[in-house]
């Protein structure tokens, strides 16, 4: 099996129906106080007409999420993203017909609430869409939207003090992008546009501390006659400082490397340190199997004009996460996922170097230099965890990991999924409990545990 072919099968297959199961069975105990959704999106293609030119990250989205309220699991749903173009091709489908091979950028990657909306995201320009508490697809929502086409995108954070969301945005074929500010309303308080200075990077993701937005301009580049980002090794990687409060954009030239995502980043007087899984290349995105992902610190020091950028732990990781309580201030711990995305071990710390996990999460202690793992079995496959709070911490005097890890984990005796519920604090031991769904939830990206308000 080739690498197209390997994203088409195993814990990577899209599934084909769209579901609701009511009362979950849970082993163990739900915390009695936690309540909400947990939602995850993912890329669920609904035809591929040559698995040679298939990319895992194209595909119509599907959105899946379990309520948990009092102590139950109230529901699992999975449910497309209906953007115009998938609800028309599963009409198509519906009457027989073969669906398009090939659809516009889809909202597949990340989905948030802000401003009272639940929202899906997509990358390179496309507008997020507007889900219902039940997940159904209430359309297009133009949540940060700017005169230049941009709009919340892929990775937009929310600041927890101020109640914004930030984002990124570029659009092919657009020499900038814009950071674009987006207040608890939803109303755009500020744009800033970005100059690039050169070939389009990707962009998919940035790092906001309290006082700046850090962009990386890696030789990841848009090639207009291929349609793709391919790597570009004459292209000179940068990274961008450009103040919240607004002004210009400052570049840092930077070695080669490429940028899969940010944990988190904070300011430390005149320096700004950035926690991020970065890679040496050159990659092949189409191939995440290729990647070795690993977590770095980096440190722009903005009276100096240096830029370091030195490895964390060099064993392959990513989606890495943060109690969001700590987002752009300084933290101690972060989470970060051992998946089958990229199907490479992750040896552990401690006296049997013999044993490595191929699924796993992983707890890293940043002040002290540890690592904690949770590993799962050997075909369980694992993807990115999500922090939730202890709704009953206090939160000004709560440690930064009282709380809990969400994640799906595939369950291969029952060809299905659990939704796993991990203690951060007890992070090796067993989970709090397993949500046992009746379905299996294919490896996707990025998603929130979003409390009840």
């Given at each position: ?196 200075p050169g070939d389009l990077p990707f962009l998919h993701d940035f790092a906001l501390s309290e006082n700046f937005v850090v962009v990386f301009d890696i030789p990841l580049t848009f090639a207009m006659e291929a349609m ?30 490429y940028v899969s995502h940010v944990l988190n980043a904070y300011d430390d007087g005149s320096t700004i340190t950035v926690d991020l899984i970065a890679a040496e290349g050159p990659v092949d995105v189409t191939d995440p ?165």
């Open positions: 099996m080739n690498h197209d072919d390997r994203y088409l099968h195993g814990p990577f297959a899209p599934v084909k129906e769209e579901v609701t199961a009511y009362d979950l069975p849970v082993t163990g105990r739900l915390p009695a106080d936690l309540n909400g959704r947990y939602l995850r999106l993912g890329p669920n293609p609904l035809g591929v007409e040559d698995p040679a030119t298939h990319f895992w990250a194209f595909g119509a989205g599907m959105v899946h999420g379990v309520r948990i309220r009092d102590g139950r699991a109230e529901w699992y749903r999975n449910r497309w993203v209906r953007s115009a173009e998938v609800s028309d091709a599963l009409d198509r489908m519906q009457r027989g017909l073969q669906p398009p091979a090939f659809l516009p950028p889809s909202p597949n990657i990340h989905v948030l609430r802000h401003a009272g909306r639940t929202l899906a995201l997509s990358e390179a320009g496309g507008l997020p869409h507007e889900l219902g508490y039940e997940l159904d697809t209430i359309g297009e929502c133009p949540m940060g939207a700017t005169p230049e086409g941009s709009s919340a995108n892929a990775h937009s954070k929310a600041d927890p003090r101020t109640g914004d969301l930030h984002s990124v945005a570029y659009v092919l074929g657009r020499p900038f992008a814009q950071h674009i500010v987006t207040d608890p309303a939803g109303t755009v308080a500020r744009v800033a546009d970005l100059p690039l793709r980002f391919r790597w570009n090794p004459a292209h000179q990687a940068h990274v961008g400082v450009l103040p919240r409060a607004g002004g210009q954009v400052r570049w840092f030239p930077a070695e080669p490397f199997g290729g990647i070795k992902p690993r977590l770095d610190r980096w440190r722009i020091d903005l009276r100096a004009g240096t830029l370091e950028q030195r490895c964390v732990d060099d064993r392959a990781q990513d989606f890495p996460r943060v109690n969001d309580a700590y987002a752009s201030r300084p933290h101690q711990y972060g989470y970060s996922a051992v998946t089958p995305v990229y199907g490479m071990r992750f040896v552990p710390e401690g006296p049997h170097p013999d044993d490595a996990f191929t699924n796993a999460l992983v707890k890293h202690d940043l002040v002290r230099g540890t690592t904690e793992v949770h590993s799962f079995a050997r075909d369980a496959a694992v993807g990115e965890a999500a922090f939730a709070a202890d709704p009953n911490a206090d939160p000004h005097e709560a440690a930064e990991d009282a709380g809990y890890l969400m994640a799906y984990v595939a369950d291969p005796e029952r060809g299905a999924s659990d939704l796993v519920i991990l203690s951060a604090q007890d992070f090796t031991g067993p989970p709090v409990a397993r949500v046992h769904l009746p379905v299996r939830v294919p490896l996707g990206f990025h998603g929130n545990w979003i409390p009840d308000a």
